[in-house]
């Protein structure tokens, strides 16, 4: 396993306001402090209690949790239960059939709205039509789509049927759609001729059919949803129309009941090693803690609330709080499919004002984005209706957070007025591991601080650890853990249980390590400090330094290459790479495009370096390994820091002799 370093405590105990809930707010609230207490009284009837509140179970459980085979957890083992019957028929029996299920905004601004009728028929239809192809339960689909609302209706109907959905985000390349079909070893593969960029089609399909050119894979049928209509090739061994597959097929589907373990999908995200890991995710826990947690850090009340969550189905925010939470609580939410700067600056206010949306979440690397692009923009619409605002994906930093309270969270309407009591903003710190939410403030009940995600949720139990595995005090730093099991959280790695342990349970005995740096203030809330491996975070989008650098020395140009992340003003970090070359380029060549184009193809446009920097040698230890904190301070344009230990102590000089040339 990789190194960890230890977390610098930055200054942020300077930070000393506070916002209680107004009372108004307080009086309405679904999140109740006595949830703090029940938890800690028998937080194992809490969650048994919490369990049968917000899921319909086909068979009632008997035992909560076996934790007899740790680290791999069971929750409500012997219960039964459907994902996409709690997400949608139960609503429809009950009467609410005719309540909006989805609002979907089309990037060129079509729109469709599925009421939760409607959509259980489109799920029953594609159940059909994926049984049809011959996709059983325990099978892998591989999802491969834009954001739009057959993303969602695959989904749910693998979880419907039992099938094991591994969405890959579609700004991934070929190749890493290949890695991920081919681990997972599906048999399906969903997708879309394409989908609409600022204005423009653009294409999805070319990389399925790359990503399948080569023999040896295991997918029967890929299934093709048609969004822009733009010239595919056809495949007529594989490929299939969505409309005519799933359209024709019929709409009776009964949902059956899976074991609470049965897998509900797998989603692969960035490790401290080069190779992603498959996530995998059971179904009832990862329900029970989906359903509560939105339900009560964002105060939903689903007959009024209109729920907005920014986030791609693509990674787990999108699976948990798109696909699943919002639907099992039988919300309305909005679906957008689009960038928030097309066809204008102002298209995200447009839509809240548009649909009247009442909760927001989305991520500090937006609104820092909406900073720079000035206040004037959504002083100009009507947000009146929001009501609650959330963050996830990456620390935020307090100015991002009270910019967010006073221009989103205040606004009453075009004409400058201001809300008597600005939106709650929660911040919310979980993982793609986690599930779901697990450190984040209740809103009827905590006093929000600018930039913390403050208390554990009602039954989980955090806390700050220094390098031995012992608590620190409040006023002290050290490693984010989780103390005992929970119901979201991850039961492995896919195909490598090893790696699970090694990676989240070899760090600290009988803990769960996030990989996080934090620290305690003075009244015990917890301040996340960022990643303290070697993940990075770029736009809330967790990225390795090794996979990264594994692209890099791919090419047949680079000898070593190092990958550090860089802090960065509304990214939150930056890739930055340096390499040592082993040939000399073509005469005129751009080295560096040459690089960054590679890394492109090869893990996605996203992975592309911001900079990369042709040096003469890295730094390395006596035992060889990198030292990126060196490389961090010079992509930081910090002073370097401690050489000592460098093997060639001249070495970070002929770094900063190169960079001047
Ligand atoms: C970071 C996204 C600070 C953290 C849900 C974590 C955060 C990683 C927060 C997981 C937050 C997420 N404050 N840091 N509110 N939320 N992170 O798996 O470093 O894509 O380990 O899950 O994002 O990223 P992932």
Redesign the pocket.
């Given at each position: 396993m990789s190194d960890t370093h230890t977390p610098t405590l930055d200054n942020l105990s300077h930070e000393t306001r506070a916002f209680a809930p107004s009372a108004e707010f307080v009086a309405n609230a679904i999140g109740k402090p006595e949830q703090y207490e029940a938890a800690n009284a028998d937080r194992l009837g809490y969650w048994a209690e919490t369990a049968r509140k917000v899921l319909t179970w086909d068979t009632d459980f008997t035992e909560v949790l076996d934790w007899s085979g740790a680290p791999v957890a069971k929750w409500f083992a012997d219960g039964k239960v459907n994902a996409a019957y709690n997400a949608l028929d139960r609503h429809v029996e009950n009467g609410l059939g005719d309540r909006v299920a989805i609002h979907f905004e089309g990037e060129p601004g079509d729109t469709r709205s599925y009421t939760y009728s409607q959509l259980t028929t489109a799920v029953k239809q594609a159940a059909n039509a994926f049984e049809s192809l011959g996709v059983a339960k325990g099978d892998r689909v591989a999802v491969y789509l834009p954001m739009i609302p057959e993303a969602v209706i695959t989904m749910l109907a693998c979880a419907r049927i039992g099938a094991i959905h591994s969405v890959v985000f579609g700004g991934f390349s070929a190749d890493a759609l290949r890695s991920r079909v081919d681990d997972a070893e599906a048999k399906l593969v969903v997708t879309a001729d394409g989908t609409w960029r600022r204005g423009k089609p653009s294409a999805l399909k070319p990389a399925v059919d790359e990503a399948l050119a080569a023999p040896g894979h295991t997918v029967q049928n890929v299934l093709v949803v048609k969004r822009n209509g733009q010239d595919v090739t056809w495949n007529e061994k594989l490929d299939k129309w969505w409309s005519e597959t799933v359209d024709s097929a019929s709409t009776e589907h009964t949902a059956v009941g899976h074991e609470s373990e049965h897998p509900l999908f797998v989603l692969y995200?960035s490790g401290t090693t080069g190779k992603p890991k498959g996530i995998i995710h059971t179904t009832g826990g990862y329900l029970v803690q989906a359903a509560a947690t939105h339900r009560d850090t964002f105060d939903l009340h689903p007959e009024t609330d209109v729920f907005w969550c920014t986030a791609d189905i693509g990674?787990?925010?999108g699976h948990t709080y798109v696909t699943y939470a919002p639907l099992v609580n039988g919300a309305t939410q909005v679906m957008y499919e689009g960038t928030p700067d097309s066809p204008h600056q102002g298209r995200w206010w447009e839509i809240v004002e548009k649909y009247g949306v009442t909760i927001l979440y989305t991520a500090p690397t937006a609104i820092r984005t909406f900073m720079k692009w000035g206040r004037q923009i959504p002083d100009s619409y009507d947000l009146s209706s929001l009501r609650l605002l959330g963050?996830?994906?990456?620390?935020?930093n307090p100015e991002a957070w009270m910019w967010y309270r006073e221009v989103i969270g205040s606004n009453n309407g075009p004409n400058g007025e201001k809300k008597e009591h600005p939106t709650p903003i929660v911040?919310?710190?979980?993982?793609?591991?986690t599930g779901a939410h697990m450190i984040a403030p209740l809103p009827g009940v905590t006093a929000t601080k600018p930039g913390s995600?403050q208390t554990p949720v009602p039954g989980i139990t955090v806390d700050v650890v220094d390098e031995m595995g012992v608590s620190v005090g409040n006023g002290e730093g050290g490693f984010l853990v989780i103390r005992d099991p929970w119901p979201a959280m991850l039961r492995g790695i896919w195909g490598d249980m090893d790696r699970y342990k090694e990676t989240y349970w070899s760090r600290f005995e009988g803990m769960y390590f996030?990989?996080?740096g934090a620290k305690k203030d003075e009244d015990g809330d917890i301040w996340?400090l960022?990643?303290v491996d070697d993940v990075m975070?770029v736009s809330g989008?967790?990225l390795s330094t090794t996979e990264i650098e594994s692209s890099l020395v791919a090419h047949p140009y680079v000898a070593e290459a190092a990958v550090v992340g860089a802090k960065d003003e509304t990214t939150g970090e930056a890739v930055v790479a340096f390499v040592i070359l082993q040939i000399e380029p073509a005469e005129g060549e751009d080295v560096v495009a040459t690089l960054r184009a590679h890394v492109g193809k090869d893990i996605g446009p996203i992975a592309k370096p911001r900079h990369i920097l042709v040096v003469p040698e890295l730094p390395k230890t006596r035992s060889g390994k990198i030292m990126r904190r060196l490389l961090k301070d010079v992509a930081e344009g910090r002073e370097v820091g401690d050489s000592t230990t460098l093997a060639d102590s001249t070495v970070m000089t002929q770094i900063a002799d190169s960079m001047r040339k």
């Open positions: 995200t990674w787990v925010t963050s996830v994906g990456e620390p935020i911040d919310t710190w979980w993982q793609t591991e995600a996030a990989g996080d996340l960022g990643r975070n989008h967790r």
